[in-house]
T-cell receptor, first 111, second 113 residues
């Protein structure tokens, strides 16, 4: 069974700091990796996708993928209180186009 | 451009009642999905439809049925609601199976008493 593991948190960081969110996965055949942000009471929103080893940057967000170590991370630079949310990691591949979701990490950015 | 629209947003059912959750997308996506989200359990796939005319079971299909009415619409039916089906239900769609991420609807918060 494919597993995606995330620390549930909460991860608390001060405003302006770098928040680092981590995700590990069990299926070595995974090929597509996604980060979703979910505000309390709202639906998940796709914020980053990454498909190859290395870093992918989009504004204040950087996704990092290391397939050899089977982990993917999300860095949020200059964290803002508006970044406070639950971040879901999703992993897809290995012959399936249905992603497996982690349970999410709660991030709190305090002023 | 509405994206993925779910109705209703809230619903309270009595045990044994039936209801249908509606989902429609206007992005011309081929694939549609129904998830439930419970505290501490994350998102769990109930059913999905890879393309119009096909449906498949996901991780937790028991107690549910689905209909892919056309390319736009994918409904989820609870035939005889149980308290264990109290959850938040999300519909999602994606362009196809190439790995592009999902677009989620706003969710239906269902309580079964």
């Amino acid at each position: 069974q494919k597993e995606v593991e995330q620390n549930s948190g909460p991860l608390s960081v001060p405003e302006g700091a770098i928040a680092s969110l981590n995700c590990t996965y069990s299926d070595r055949g995974s090929q597509s990796f996604f980060w979703y942000r979910q505000y309390s009471g709202k639906s998940p929103e796709l914020i980053m996708s990454i498909y190859s080893n290395g870093d992918k940057e989009d504004g204040r967000f950087t996704a990092q993928l290391n397939k050899a170590s089977q982990y993917v991370s999300l860095l949020i630079r200059d964290s803002q209180p508006s970044d406070s949310a639950t971040y879901l990691c999703a992993v897809m591949g290995g012959g399936s186009y249905i992603p497996t979701f982690g349970r999410g990490t709660s991030l709190i950015v305090h002023p | 451009n509405a994206g993925v629209t779910q109705t209703p947003k809230f619903q309270v059912l009595k045990t044994g009642q039936s209801m249908t959750l509606q989902c429609a997308q206007d992005m011309n996506h081929n694939s549609m999905y129904w998830y439930r989200q419970d505290p501490g359990m994350g998102l769990r796939l109930i059913y999905y439809s890879a393309s119009e005319g096909t449906t498949d079971k996901g991780e937790v299909p028991n107690g549910y049925n689905v209909s892919r009415l056309n390319k736009r619409e994918f409904s989820l039916r609870l035939e005889s609601a149980a308290p264990s089906q109290t959850s938040v239900y999300f519909c999602a769609s994606s362009e196809d199976g190439t790995g592009v991420g999902y677009t989620f609807g706003s969710g239906t918060r269902l309580t079964v008493v």
